[in-house]
């Protein structure tokens, strides 16, 4: 049994499905689960180009209504997810390169397992798109499983 889980989620299909199966089939009573929702660099920063727009006077005050939405959002779906058991999580809702974030954010908290859902894409969308899921599997030094 694992003590404590990270599950990436991104708000996908593939993501939620992960947390599920994390939820009902791994995690048992007394298991840490720790959700990890990371912001991409690419939107945080789009965010700048928004000041001064519908009455958003700084960065700071859209990049926090980003975090509230996002978080919102993350957490409708885990208390559906887990209503009627006995499980806990904690949150963390991070901004950055997912694939760098989550490795690092498994490492600091000292997870024993890392739970990501995939897409399944082929080689080639791999080569030129980039696999979050591959990242984490091919550089974590934590057991990786991957949901498909």
């Known amino acids: 049994m694992f003590s404590k889980i990270l599950v990436a989620v991104d708000g996908s299909a593939k993501s939620n499905k992960a947390l599920k199966i994390a939820l009902e089939d791994i995690a048992g009573e007394g298991t840490e689960i720790h959700v990890v929702h990371v912001l991409s660099k690419h939107l945080y920063q789009a965010i700048e180009s928004e000041v001064g727009y519908d009455g958003v006077e700084s960065p700071y005050e859209i990049r926090q209504n980003l975090l509230d939405k996002e978080r919102e959002k993350?957490?409708?779906?885990?208390?559906?997810?887990?209503?009627?058991?006995?499980?806990?999580?904690?949150?963390?809702?991070?901004?950055?390169?997912?694939?760098?974030?989550?490795?690092?954010?498994?490492?600091?908290?000292?997870?024993?397992?890392?739970v990501v859902g995939s897409y399944g894409k082929g080689l080639g969308e791999r080569l030129i798109l980039g696999s979050v899921s591959n990242h984490v599997i091919s550089h974590s030094k934590i057991s990786t499983l991957v949901i498909k």
């Open 74 to 114: 993350v957490v409708g779906f885990l208390n559906k997810a887990c209503e009627g058991k006995n499980i806990g999580y904690e949150l963390h809702v991070l901004k950055g390169d997912p694939r760098h974030v989550i490795l690092d954010t498994a490492e600091e908290i000292g997870v024993d397992l890392i």
